[in-house]
């Protein structure tokens, strides 16, 4: 039942008029009313594209009428100007006042567009007339292409930032420390290295005589006081305080003894060995 | 062995691949329905949903039982509701609790209607803006034998619709969208369509009215949306559907003006599996941070340091209802943020670890409490973000540069130092004593 039904309404449909559109013309005029640009244009072949700037006035005129001789002019449901953004895919819609006759006339003043104008760039937007009716078949028109003046980008939330890839931070780091070239470093090194030259170099002439150098009573003394310095040396390069402390006081108990020893033995040698 | 385990489970699993596409967050429907509206004009959408495993309870809009939730526990993890003509419900059912419930972990589905009851408000609240009472959608294109408010509409391409669906029939009430992102829209109006009122061509003069009035104008255009879906900050989701009809066996079995079946079904289909967190269901499974040539993370980080970053990430797959390691987000982002984010790097996937993300960078040389942050949101995705507290602190007094060729003057005249010492204690106490003992054997004769 519902299968015939709709057979039926297709039947219908099809015996339905078609829609034509009559003498669609324009006109492009400027703020002191002169005209620019004015051209009634066919729906088979697209006019060059049209310009307007901010202070033009955009005027459309054509007539719906039903297809064949004679057709009256109809007044459909819908008719609607559409202008679309192919690039940015903005668009927007207007609709046009229709006489009963079927006469339609649209203006477009850019000194004060229309909100239905969309978002522009400078990409052209692509202009369609929509007809549709509850009785007639409907039918789309691709009238011309129109460029305006680009208007401000449609707005933003503020989130929209967190759904895109953001910008790439790089911390700028405080530059390297600078050091003085090694070559100044060094001679400053064997400047202060330079009194040992002349002290070996006195010493070499005067050669004072140091018999007990190697005597066993000094000999632990020595080692132990140059064990201390090593002890030293270690700790610049790596221990930390704990442990030298640790390590020192554990040479410290035989430095002491061999100290004991070797100044008692100088100072039976001070004495004559008496 | 191997070989008879296989042959034996795979056609088990080829059936439950069929049967359980289960979804990441539990399987209890709760479905509200009209009581205009017979649940048998929408069997093959019910019946698609229990094949897939959903246990789907069905209940009145002025029913207390069951309640959606129970002491402020949600009581299912998915509602739907297609109550389209509803005006009053029941006690537990207010836009306050559906809008609780999406911040419990449930799902919500909802399917609208020219008329204006509490669902109007609440798409509202989700920034739809729904025309006046009373204006469904009407399209005179394409022509067709249906009346004009039974709409075939094309499926846009969006990761959430299977590409190459056939358009669907829909009848019911556009919405414009505002620019929050967290909407997605799923199903564009044609851009012939417009929301009127009308039932024949005198009704011509009342749109232009409309549009010379003011306000909000006429709902006309592609710039409307059909079916929009709405992922809400605990990644819940919920889909507002301007006309329950879309679901109807009706529409799905009906043909297209060319003679090819609807896509109703496969759009249907893939809705519900955007709501019930099946498909683009993602999580981060755990991070971990460490410094290079460190496994374990550490206490804290000192500036300067080269620390590494690694994100495991978790894709849920529908078909074996399990979170499988993902290794396809090529423009997740980390950041190392202290009030601001100090560094802001790519986080790539590791090749030949699947789900792994890991990045190594320099920590910046301020000091204080840094965040590892990573906020990945995009369209119809589940959101992804974590963050991780870690202070960063000055060098110690010893991890300063040493051994510096600017104080080699400074360090030999230390080391001259020592060894001037041990070279006086030892000649002073190696000494010669002659020169004494003459003076002192010389007064003694006197």
Redesign the interface.
Known sequence: MFVIFSWLLLAASVQAAKLTLQSPRFTISSSNATTLRTETFTTTQKPEPLTLSSSDTFKLTFQITEEGEGGKGVQPHQTFLRFYDGVSGEEGIQPIRVTPGGKAKFELNMARPPASIPPTTTDPLKVTLILGSFVHEPVKYELFDLYIPASQPPPQHADEVFFHTRPVIEHTFHPEQKLPPTMISAVFACLVLSPWVVLLGLWAKVSPSVPHLFSPSVVPFTTLLGAFELLLFWYWVELNLGQVLLYGSLLAVPTVFAGKQALAKTGEWRQGRS | MRLFSSTLLFPLVALARLVAAKSSSGDSVLVLLDPSLEKENFSIFFNGLEQRGYALTFRAPKDAEPAIAEYDVPSFSHVILFTPESKSYAQDVTPQSLVGLLSQNTNLLIAMSPKQTLLTSLAAEFSLILPPPGTPLI?????R??P?TVIPVAVPQSPLVRPGTPPVWFSGVPHAL?????LVPILRAP??S?AAD????????M??D??EKGGE??W????MDLVTGFQTSHNTRVVFAGGVELFSDEFTKKELPNGKPSGNAQFARDVVNWVFQESLALRIDHTTHHRVNETVPGEFYTT?DQIVYTAHISAYNPRTSSWEPFSGLT?L?L?FTMLD??????LPPVAGSPGIYEVQF?A??RHGVFKFVV?W???GYTYLQSSTTVPVVPPRHNEY?RF??????Y???A??T??G??LF???W?????KG??KV?KGTKTE
């Open positions: 399209s005179h294109h394409p022509a034998a249906e004009p505002n620019t929050n992102p967290n851009s012939e417009f009308s039932n024949d061509d005198s009704g011509a003069s749109l232009v409309a549009t104008g006429l006309a255009g592609s710039q300067n423009d982002q950041e984010p100090h560094v802001r790097i790519a320099r910046p040389d906020d949101r995009r369209r540069p510096l060729s600017a104080a080699w003057p360090y030999a005249g080391m001259s020592s060894a010492f041990i204690a030892a000649l106490l190696a000494g010669d004593v004494e003992r002192k």
